[in-house]
T-cell receptor
Framework: EDQVTQSPEALRLQEGESSSLNCSYT??????LFWYRQDPGKGPEFLFT???AGEEKEKERLKATLTKKESFLHITAPKPEDSATYLC??????????FGAGTRLFVKA | NAGVTQTPKFQVLKTGQSMTLQCAQD?????MSWYRQDPGMGLRLIHY???????DQGEVPNGYNVSRSTTEDFPLRLLSAAPSQTSVYFC?????????FGEGSWLTVV
């Protein structure tokens, strides 16, 4: 059964304090791993798609990496506006996309 | 450019009532889906469709019905609402390798 587990559930950082969010997964036939950002009261917003182990993608202060069993979202020198819930998801060989429960990130000025 | 439009945004239902959540997209994507989001459980797939006339069940399909008569529309029907269906519902489309979500529909069943 496909499964996505994100850790930690919540993360509190000071502005400028770099850290990483983890997404571990088990899936039959990985077609892609996605990272999304979700602000309160809004729908998730697409950040990255990763396809194969070793792949990396960057956007501003965010960098996503992928191994065969997990993905990391690295946040470098975060700012308060980076506060949000970050969701990880995997698409399996049957075109189903399964989401993790998310990591709530709080960045204090 | 509206993207994915969901209606209504908020709804309160009584137990046993039925209703339809509407979803429309203007991006001409074949793949559409419905998720529910509950605290601590993330987004769970209810039903999905890979094209007009084709639908399939996701993780939590019980109590919900869908149809896909056109590429643009993918309504979600609650057949007999139960308090356990109180949730936030998101409609989504997928184009290439990106999923686009609507703004969500907040449903409360009392």
């Amino acid at each position: 059964e496909d499964q996505v587990t994100q850790s930690p559930e919540a993360l509190r950082l000071q502005e400028g304090e770099s850290s990483s969010l983890n997404c571990s997964y088990t899936v039959s036939g990985l077609r892609g791993l996605f990272w999304y950002r979700q602000d309160p009261g809004k729908g998730p917003e697409f950040l990255f798609t990763l396809y194969s182990a070793g792949e990396e993608k960057e956007k501003e202060r965010l960098k996503a990496t992928l191994t065969k069993k997990e993905s990391f979202l690295h946040i470098t020198a975060p700012k308060p506006e980076d506060s949000a819930t970050y969701l990880c998801a995997v698409e399996d060989g049957g075109f189903k996309t399964i989401f993790g429960a998310g990591t709530r990130l709080f960045v204090k000025a | 450019n509206a993207g994915v439009t969901q209606t209504p945004k908020f709804q309160v239902l009584k137990t046993g009532q039925s209703m339809t959540l509407q979803c429309a997209q203007d991006m001409n994507h074949e793949y559409m889906s419905w998720y529910r989001q509950d605290p601590g459980m993330g987004l769970r797939l209810i039903h999905y469709s890979v094209g007009a006339g084709i639908t399939d069940q996701g993780e939590v399909p019980n109590g919900y019905n869908v149809s896909r008569s056109t590429t643009e529309d993918f309504p979600l029907r609650l057949l007999s609402a139960a308090p356990s269906q109180t949730s936030v519902y998101f409609c989504a489309t997928q184009g290439g390798n990106t999923i686009y979500f609507g703004e969500g529909s907040w449903l409360t069943v009392v």
